[in-house]
């Protein structure tokens, strides 16, 4: 039989029984309920759960001190986490162990060390400066699989006992589970930086990528894919969500075969079209069922952009080869009819004629091949020197003379203009394009004007015509590559190459180039180079 | 003898246009040259009379909008001549400007254009379509 007994029934012997048998049932209840949750503590950030680690191991140890040293990759402690100390103070004073004393020993050793006064072991090196005065030692290492991730380190059995056998069974029962728990957290840490990196990736990518069930509802989707979708799609139906024209239907076959719809067209709730391939991938679980697709809308735009560049380009280089050629073809022809006869001056203008083509040509021929050498990086072996503006001015004139004609060309030169470093023949080139240009886009007979100033540690070269000037749309492109103004590429013969390798001649000369209207009538594009000496 | 029609060239390119018709000036026909341009049409008045002919030389079909060019066809002096189309592919045009055309593959070969040419004047009826 049983009998209860009220405190006050109790002698002071069988009190103080009762209330160590309180005080263990506590610690067990902790100890059970700490054992339950740290392995499973993988949501928990990893420093949080350190520290529950060592304060825990200090109340179910009874220890005074518990400190918790975590290891780096090399085995050495990289932080400590403590409980009992004076937080501040410890930060502030206390040192990491450095392998000599008895923390570095268990470090070494990679066991559990029980002893009941500190200084009596081997080990022993004695406490810094400052450090609590302590006496009986548990330690042991935090190990599971064979993988140390710190030591736990507690001192001063309250009570003033020492650690007992039983308290060494239950640090190394801890530990293990301690171990277990540190390796679900970090498991747990590294699937959250894996996560957030493929949420990031997946959120980058310029295609829609989206997953379904099996019904083909929508469960994730990218930024893109939202954007496309234009409203809410999670839990609807891809159909509901994507119109696609010539796209492919789900559900998925069940041999779950990735298939691919290259030409399907997206039409957007604001009725944008937008060319897509259409690919659907299933997604399996660990036996192969197939749970539902993960799909991806890849924009064609970019690669139909630079296909219809590459058509405009081959179209336009083939048109300007074929027009000089076609030219010298008819003079030539013309002079062979047998059925005519054409007089002496006739002739001459047909050869005139298939001489001025065939430079049309040259000069097509050398701008392609400029482009070309700018690509490889030619212009990085300029040949640069100090040059006076003036002959190089001259030589512009000179080499354009035969475009320009009898128009009238006149150059100014501000007052003390230095020397500028630069390739004379790049720059002559550059200036020929320019005159060249301008003779071209204005009417026979209009001026054109060349001007050359210092400015600071620049020396600025303009040429000005009188034409049409620009639109902010050449503005915008006129430096690009194959660039031909809508207003003119059908009636004046180019390739859109000049003022590309212009720009691409001075930007390696670390000059600018730019084009504006001009302030009467006409445009003028002006160009600066750097000065001599040039530092 | 050859029958020296009147033949208008429509030309988008002012300097082939110009050597083409100095070739047929010299086999004796009687021609106007109209240079083909994008913004205007035509940038020379049209010719007073209607030729019995139209050779259109193109350069730049791509470049040259079929509506403008239709249009062309359909002024009182070039409407229902038959057109002699000297372009390189000239499929799409001659979809849009109507049957009533004969292609010169050979472009840039103005030998081959005064051949149809004289072909053309030698038919006996110079009226017939050419398809």
Known sequence: ???SASGDDLSAGQQRILEELRDENLVLRDYVQTMGYLPLAGEIPLDSLLQQIVETAGRLLKARYAALGVFDDDAKVARFFVAGFDAESFSAGLPFPRGEGLLGYIVK???IVRVARIRE??????????????????????????????NLYLTDRVGGTEFSAADEELLAIFARQSAM?????KRFDRLQVERSSLEAIFDSL???????????????????????????????TVKSVFDLVDGLSTPISTEGEAVTAEESTLVLRDGRRIPVEHVMSPIRDAGGRVLGTVQVLRDLRPQREVEQLKANIISLVSHELRTPLSHIKGYASTMLQPDVQWDAATQRDFIAGIDRQADRLARLISDLLEVSRLDAGGAARLDRAAVAPQSLVERGIRQASATTGDRQITATFGPDVPLVYADPSHIERVLTNLIENAAKYSNEGQPIQISVVADGDEVIFAVEDRGPGLTAEEQSHLFERFYRSPRVKHRTPGTGLGLAICQEIIHAHEGR????????????????LPRFPHL | MENCGRIVVVSDDSELGTLIALNLRRRGHTVAHVVLTQEALPTRPPPPERPALIVLDLEAPEGLHPARLRSLLDEPWASGVPVLVAVEDSRRLIEEIGPSVTMIPRADDIGAIVA???????????DRPMV
């Open chain 1, 1 to 3: 039989m049983i009998n």
């Open chain 1, 121 to 150: 072991h081997p080990a022993s090196v004695g406490f810094p400066a400052g450090h609590p005065t302590m006496t009986s030692f548990l330690g042991g290492p935090i190990e599971h699989n064979g993988v140390i991730y710190g």
């Open chain 2, 116 to 126: 149809e040419a004289r072909a053309f004047f030698a038919s006996a009826d110079s």
């Open chain 1, 109 to 111: 050793e990679r066991r």
């Open chain 1, 513 to 528: 180039i730019w084009a504006e209207n001009s302030e009467g009538r006409g445009a003028v594009f002006r160009f600066s």
């Open chain 1, 206 to 236: 310029r295609d829609a990528v989206f997953t379904t069930d099996l019904d083909d509802r929508i469960v994730r989707l990218n930024r893109r894919a939202s954007e496309w979708a234009g409203g809410t799609a999670v839990g609807q």
């Open chain 1, 181 to 185: 728990a540190i390796e679900n957290a």
